[in-house]
């Protein structure tokens, strides 16, 4: 069970960014995806999600109407569609799920952290 995330990047204020996750070992169709940030010294922030099925997305405020998460169910991928990037988006980005183990217990699993740097 594993999820792998794309590198981040530098970006400058008001540019974008696309951060990716592969997913590989469970039935990744049947589960919400997660993007989820942290920032040192701060708890994590939650910053979208998206239904098994990619039907249904939903975003904190401080994400709403900049950043778009997609997933491709026939590669096992989730991505994050980042725009209009401030400087206080930069954090570390992770993406996760909260899965059933084949033991029937309940787990959350992190991708690793990708480091987003906005800056001028």
């Known amino acids: 069970v594993q999820l792998q995330a794309s590198e981040g990047g530098f970006v400058q204020p008001g540019g974008s960014l696309t951060l990716s996750c592969a997913a590989s070992?469970?039935?990744?169709?049947?589960?919400?995806m997660y993007w989820v940030r942290r920032v040192p010294g701060k708890e994590v922030e939650w910053v979208a999600a998206i239904n098994g099925a990619g039907e249904t997305t939903r975003y904190s405020d401080f994400v709403k109407g900049r950043f778009a998460i997609s997933r491709d169910n026939s590669e096992k991928s989730v991505h994050l569609q980042m725009n209009r990037l401030k400087p206080e988006d930069a954090a570390a980005y992770y993406c996760?799920?909260?899965?059933?183990?084949?033991?029937?217990?309940?787990?959350?699993?992190w991708g690793r952290g990708t480091q987003v740097t906005v800056s001028s």
């Open positions: 070992g469970f039935t990744y169709s049947t589960y919400w």
């Open positions: 996760n799920a909260y899965i059933q183990t084949p033991t029937l217990l309940w787990t959350t699993i």
